[in-house]
């Protein structure tokens, strides 16, 4: 039985001053989450990781937003693993679609840093999702697939369920246009059907693929109540205790 995952991804919001506020606001809302057997976390700013964690401790999952894959070395304006690590950070967003557009993340440096994580014993949830264009042309499938294939190189048998997917179609991010219930199930359903070619179905009934692209209160149980979605990667409605509330309560309820 896959556990239902929330993760919220801040993005570039919030100050320290802000992430310690929403830190402080959030006690209960780990304490339902674990009452209703729901994993829930935020994925935050590297300069709030230290203060947030502090204060959320492990009542929630508090993860990076990104990283990179070498241990130290000369890369400016980086931050490595071991640092995250030693700070008590487990959970990184690798690969979010934002970061491929304007960074030039490629699913090749995504695998890089998905290997370097599993060695740590450390979580990837490594982002997919395909452009409007894409979508129209009816290419959707073979483009994730390609990400899929990509981002798991070389990832060993025992390794790749830790890995969680988050399927992210960019035409629904941060649009209000989200996929509708069936578009999430028929993609979350392929890549797991992708994951069982490349490892068996043992690895790919284990392994938790997420949702993510304007999820809302008004939506979040339509989609996690879908056979292949394990949970949400949700940006806007993570930003305010109350507005995350609300979305796990409307799952719950
Ligand atoms: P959104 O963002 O929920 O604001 O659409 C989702 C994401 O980019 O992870």
Redesign the pocket.
């Known amino acids: 039985m896959r556990r239902k995952l929330l993760l919220g991804?801040w993005?570039m919001n919030k100050t320290p001053s802000q992430a310690i506020e929403f830190a402080k606001a959030s006690k209960d809302l780990g304490k339902l989450a674990r009452s209703n057997k729901v994993d829930m976390g935020v994925c935050v700013p590297y300069i709030d990781l230290v203060p947030v964690k502090k204060i959320i401790k492990n009542s929630l999952i508090v993860g990076a937003e990104n990283c990179h894959y070498e241990d130290h070395g000369a890369f400016t304006g980086e931050v490595s693993i071991p640092m995250l690590k030693e700070i008590g950070i487990n959970w990184v967003?690798i690969g979010?679609?934002?970061r491929r557009t304007y960074d030039g993340e490629t699913s090749e440096k995504c695998n890089k840093k998905i290997l370097a994580l599993l060695k740590n014993g450390m979580v990837p949830v490594y982002?997919c999702g395909e452009s409007l264009e894409t979508y129209n042309e009816g290419k959707t499938k073979e483009f994730v697939k390609e990400q899929i294939i990509a981002g798991f190189k070389d990832v060993a048998y025992e390794d790749a369920s830790k890995v969680v997917i988050?399927y992210?179609p960019i035409w629904?991010?941060?649009?209000?246009k989200?996929a509708s219930e069936e578009i999430a199930e028929d993609i979350c359903k392929f890549i797991r059907t992708t994951i069982k070619s490349l490892y068996d179905v043992k690895v790919a009934n284990k392994v938790r693929i997420l949702y993510?692209?304007?999820?809302?209160p008004a939506s979040v149980k339509g989609y996690l109540s879908q056979k292949d979605v394990d949970g949400a990667?949700?940006?806007?409605?993570?930003l305010e205790v109350e507005s995350y509330k609300e979305l796990l309560t409307s799952y719950i309820d």
């Open positions: 991804n993005k967003i979010h679609s934002e982002c988050a992210e629904a991010i941060g649009t209000g989200n993510g692209g304007s999820v809302k990667l949700v940006g806007g409605a993570s």
